[in-house]
């Protein structure tokens, strides 16, 4: 698959409001039939097309690159975050997403042959600590607190593996599906994408114990200096709009089978 990158040495005019993307659906789609209809990809068409007269310019990136211009304190914006406190690195829009909770993904099969009284929800702690289920996460992917000091305590172990590159997501459900590893930890998002990409229903998404039904919020982050902090003033400026179009929120109900509520 062959994306064409943004030019680290390429010097453009520095536009009022920076987006970054990578390829990471359902988030970013950059290819096949839902190209450019990624959650994060209608998000910032809609914005953009409010925040006319402002200077707007989008970036695809690889993670790897994403993560030198995080630490070089660049001037972006990347549209589809955790809603946090604001920090060093960002500032925050108010909420524009808010996400089912994440859960565990995995076969089919294997849930009936683990938890063949088939739970509503699965501890991530208890499978991580057997140690003859593989665990698949993407490489410098985080989770919220709650799930991601479990899986530290795990880190390094030999049930534990960290898959890099793009699509990581993706190809941790695909080596699920083949049988080479046995779980990992998304949105059922990310599930959905994936059965309707590859037509295979083979897997399943549960919520863990530990999480459980709790929401994860989404919104714009931006480098927190003078620039982003202007950025996203003009952001939550337009966000009512945005939120209340019809094909915006069309496309949050596809991806995560529910309507976003009103910051």
Same mark, same amino acid.
């Given at each position: 698959?062959?994306?064409?990158?943004?030019?680290?040495?390429?010097?453009?005019?520095?536009?009022?409001?920076?987006?970054?993307?990578?390829?990471?659906?359902?988030?970013?789609?950059?290819?096949?039939?839902?190209?450019?209809?990624?959650?994060?990809?209608?998000?910032?068409?809609?914005?953009?097309?409010?925040?006319?007269?402002?200077?707007?310019?989008?970036?695809?990136?690889?993670?790897?690159?994403?993560?030198?211009?995080?630490?070089?304190?660049?001037?972006?914006?990347?549209?589809?975050?955790?809603?946090?406190?604001?920090?060093?690195?960002?500032?925050?829009?108010?909420?524009?997403?808010?996400?089912?909770?994440?859960?565990?993904?995995?076969?089919?099969?294997?849930?009936?042959?683990?938890?063949?009284?088939?739970?509503?929800?699965?501890?991530?702690?208890?499978?991580? =600590? $057997? %140690? #003859? /289920?593989?665990?698949?996460?993407?490489?410098?992917?985080?989770?919220?607190?709650?799930?991601?000091? @479990?899986?530290?305590?795990?880190?390094?172990?030999?049930?534990?593996?960290?898959?890099?590159?793009?699509?990581?997501?993706?190809?941790?459900?695909?080596?699920?599906?083949?049988?080479?590893?046995?779980?990992?930890?998304?949105?059922?998002?990310?599930?959905?994408?994936?059965?309707?990409?590859? =037509? $295979? %229903? #083979? /897997?399943?998404?549960?919520?863990?114990?530990?999480?459980?039904?709790?929401?994860?919020?989404?919104? @714009?982050?931006?480098?927190?200096?003078?620039?982003?902090?202007?950025?996203?003033?003009?952001?939550?400026?337009?966000?009512?709009?945005?939120?209340?179009?019809?094909?915006?929120?069309?496309?949050?109900?596809?991806?995560?089978?529910?309507?976003?509520?009103?910051?």
């Amino acid at each position: 698959m062959n994306f064409l990158f943004a030019e680290a040495s390429v010097i453009k005019p520095q536009a009022d409001i920076r987006w970054i993307k990578n390829p990471s659906p359902p988030f970013h789609i950059l290819e096949g039939r839902y190209s450019g209809l990624g959650l994060c990809d209608v998000l910032v068409d809609k914005l953009n097309e409010k925040l006319v007269p402002l200077s707007t310019t989008i970036d695809i990136y690889p993670q790897s690159r994403i993560e030198r211009l995080i630490e070089s304190s660049e001037n972006l914006c990347f549209p589809c975050m955790i809603k946090r406190q604001d920090s060093d690195r960002f500032v925050y829009s108010r909420k524009t997403t808010v996400y089912p909770p994440l859960g565990v993904i995995l076969s089919k099969a294997l849930l009936s042959e683990v938890y063949p009284d088939q739970p509503q929800a699965i501890s991530l702690k208890a499978m991580l =600590n $057997n %140690q #003859s /289920l593989i665990f698949g996460v993407a490489e410098a992917r985080r989770f919220p607190d709650i799930l991601q000091t @479990i899986i530290d305590q795990h880190e390094g172990a030999s049930n534990v593996l960290a898959l890099p590159g793009v699509f990581a997501p993706l190809r941790l459900l695909q080596q699920i599906e083949l049988g080479r590893i046995h779980y990992t930890l998304d949105y059922p998002g990310v599930l959905r994408y994936f059965s309707i990409k590859e =037509n $295979n %229903q #083979s /897997l399943r998404y549960l919520p863990t114990t530990e999480f459980g039904a709790q929401s994860v919020y989404g919104a @714009i982050g931006c480098t927190n200096n003078d620039w982003g902090k202007r950025a996203v003033d003009a952001i939550d400026a337009v966000l009512d709009d945005v939120m209340d179009d019809p094909e915006y929120r069309a496309n949050q109900q596809f991806w995560l089978n529910t309507l976003p509520e009103n910051p």
